[in-house]
């Protein structure tokens, strides 16, 4: 199983950009997949999840109303549209699968990481 996160780079602050999360190796279309960051110093944590049918998803408050998180499964790819973005967002973003029946925001609970795609939003 691959994940492969993209899409990250120098922006702005207030600029928008779009991750990427394409998956290989598994059944898309039945993983949750979700988005987590970790920026310099501090934990990695929850940003964003989508449930495997695209109908339901969950929000860090820091991101609600900034981002938003889609899917496609014709080309097993999930989505991370960010606008507004903040100085404050600059991390690395990692792209998580899990298969279950809830939506879950524990790094734990996710079966599949992929390496990270780093946004650095200046001020």
């Known amino acids: 199983v691959q994940l492969q996160a993209s899409g990250g780079g120098l922006v702005q602050a207030g600029d928008s950009l779009r991750l990427s999360c394409t998956a290989s190796g598994l059944t898309f279309s039945r993983y949750d997949i979700g988005w987590f960051r970790q920026a310099p110093g501090k934990e990695r944590e929850f940003v964003a999840v989508i449930k495997w049918n695209g109908r339901d998803t969950l929000y860090a408050a820091s991101v609600k109303g900034r981002f938003t998180i889609s899917r496609d499964n014709a080309r097993s790819t999930v989505y991370l549209q960010m606008n507004s973005l903040k100085p404050e967002d600059t991390a690395v973003f990692y792209c998580?699968?899990?298969?279950?029946?809830?939506?879950?925001?524990?790094?734990?609970?996710?079966?599949?990481w992929g390496r990270g795609t780093l946004v650095t939003v200046s001020s």
């Open positions: 998580a699968a899990r298969n279950d029946y809830i939506l879950v925001i524990q790094m734990s609970a996710y079966d599949y």
